[in-house]
């Protein structure tokens, strides 16, 4: 079984460019989430998306956004970039979204440098 | 706000040692604690505690959780050179709107020297 795909692995941006992350999750997951990681405020909560709806919204401003497909593949977009987006961007599916009773499996994440 | 506060941040031990990391909490409707330890990527599920289930145990690794006091232990026994990574633990609330999203903490950078 595949596990959760994520596009681009590595990627360099400028400052004040946009950006879109892609990400596959388990065949049959409909849950998709978004976590930012950085060195100094470890893993972030950004959204989570369950049957083309987002769900779940993090705290994080509205150049950050993301939608689902109907195949449960999910994008997120920051735009305007900031140096301080430089981050690894992790995506996570579940069977049924982080209800606690199914636990989130992780991509390898893309890591993102803006310059 | 949710919180999750992890001690201690780096650990140094030595091959064939007991560690124990910790992990207490604040939570709005506690759903679940979980334990991932992350290598050089992607997050790898450990345990889940919930209400029902607040001891875990697989091989050398075992959890507990004391939802009366808010916090959760990860116990790893004689330690190998593999364990080596960061252990996050996070937590699941829920409020009126559903499930939230997992709080982390910002984990515990665990070396096991040989």
């Known amino acids: 079984k595949a596990g959760v795909t994520q596009t681009p692995r590595y990627l360099i941006k400028t400052r004040g460019q946009q950006v879109t992350l892609s990400c596959s999750p388990i065949?049959?997951?409909?849950?998709v989430s978004w976590y930012q990681q950085t060195p100094g405020q470890g893993l972030q909560f950004l959204f989570e998306y369950f049957s083309e709806t987002q769900r779940n919204k993090g705290n994080f401003p509205g150049r950050f956004s993301g939608r689902q497909f109907s195949n449960s593949r999910s994008e997120m977009n920051v735009s305007t970039l900031e140096l301080g987006d430089s981050a690894l961007y992790l995506c996570a599916s579940s069977l049924e979204g982080p209800s606690g009773a199914n636990v989130l499996t992780f991509g390898a994440g893309s890591r993102l440098t803006v310059l | 706000e949710d919180k999750v506060v992890q001690s201690p941040l780096s650990l140094v031990v030595h091959e064939g040692d007991t560690v124990t990391l910790n992990c207490s909490y604040e939570v709005t409707n506690f759903r679940s604690l979980l334990w991932y330890k992350q290598e050089k990527k992607a997050p790898t599920f450990l345990f889940m505690l919930t209400s029902s289930g607040i001891e875990k145990k697989s091989g050398r690794l075992s959890s507990i959780l004391d939802k009366k006091e808010l916090f959760s232990i990860l116990n790893i026994t004689a330690t190998q050179t593999g364990d080596s990574a960061v252990y996050l633990c996070a937590v699941e609330g829920y409020s009126g709107g559903g499930a939230d999203g997992l709080t982390f903490g910002k984990g515990t950078h665990l070396i096991i020297q040989p």
């Open positions: 065949s049959g997951h409909r849950s």
